[in-house]
């Protein structure tokens, strides 16, 4: 390195830096936040309930020609699901999950295997920074699901991801299923209000949300947690 130096001065490169390459976590509306659970561990989100949809935006905050994925292995396939926008059938990739700045070659490519689900990101260098991919996320039942980001350009890349997003699905509270959690749900609830054999009427319609067998105050307090949130 100590001859490399001089070298480098006169063909004035300071230092060969790699693009930051990030992922945000919104709601459907692909504006808010999803917060984390706990603001010291940024990764692991709040709690959400089964049926939510989720959007993960991946960023640069340089041009650059990029390669990496994320995906939902194993068991954790059962619980969450990745999905992309608007497949082009002369492009042959998920043209809508990819934005101007990913440049003009960039691609978005579904992957399937025995192990793993979800898609390989590809950008461009003629991009530029900002917002580059946009993937959907859909947490089909309650549980757990981590969600792998992989950067293939760093050593290893191709095996271990740079991090995991983790999330947890709880039971829904939009009991009539019409993607909100409002006036109707609350009118299921109170139906089952006082309710003591949750267990043999199939949980009173999911009313028994911490499945004691019955519908109290308990339930209450984990209904109104989500009074007003909408799923997609
Ligand atoms: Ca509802
Ligand atoms: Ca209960
Ligand atoms: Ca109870």
């Known amino acids: 390195m100590k001859r490399l130096a001089p070298l480098m001065l006169l063909l004035g490169i300071s230092s060969i830096a790699a693009a930051e390459v990030s992922t945000s976590v919104y709601l459907a509306d692909g504006n808010t936040p999803l917060e984390p659970a706990d603001p010291n561990i940024p990764l692991v989100y709040r709690d959400i309930m089964a049926g939510t949809k989720l959007t993960i935006v991946i ?14 292995s194993g068991i954790d396939r059962d619980y969450g699901m990745l999905s992309a926008r608007d497949y082009n059938d002369v492009s042959h990739d998920w043209q809508g999950s990819r934005f101007e700045a990913a440049g003009q070659r960039a691609r978005v490519n579904n ?7 979800g898609f390989e990101l590809h950008s461009h ?5 900002g917002d580059w991919f946009i993937i959907d996320y859909t947490a089909t039942n309650v549980g757990g699901c981590r969600v792998a980001f992989y ?28 993607t909100g959690v409002g006036l109707a749900d609350f009118a299921v609830f109170a139906l089952y209000w ?22 109290d105050g308990n339930d209450l307090a984990l209904f109104a947690d989500y009074w007003l949130e909408t799923t997609q």
Not at 111 to 117: K, M, T
Not at 194 to 214: I, R, W, Y
């Open 59 to 72: 960023a640069s905050d340089a041009a650059e020609s990029w390669d990496g994925g994320m995906y939902i």
């Open 111 to 117: 992957i399937e295997d025995a192990f793993s689900s």
């Open 125 to 129: 260098r003629s991009g530029g920074a």
């Open 151 to 178: 950067d293939y350009g760093v050593p290893g890349g191709l095996f271990v991801p740079v991090y995991e997003l983790v999330f947890n699905h709880v039971p829904t509270r939009d009991f009539d299923h019409d």
């Open 194 to 215: 006082g309710a003591t054999d949750c267990s043999e009427s199939g949980q009173c319609e999911g009313t028994d949300l911490d499945a004691d067998g019955d519908v």
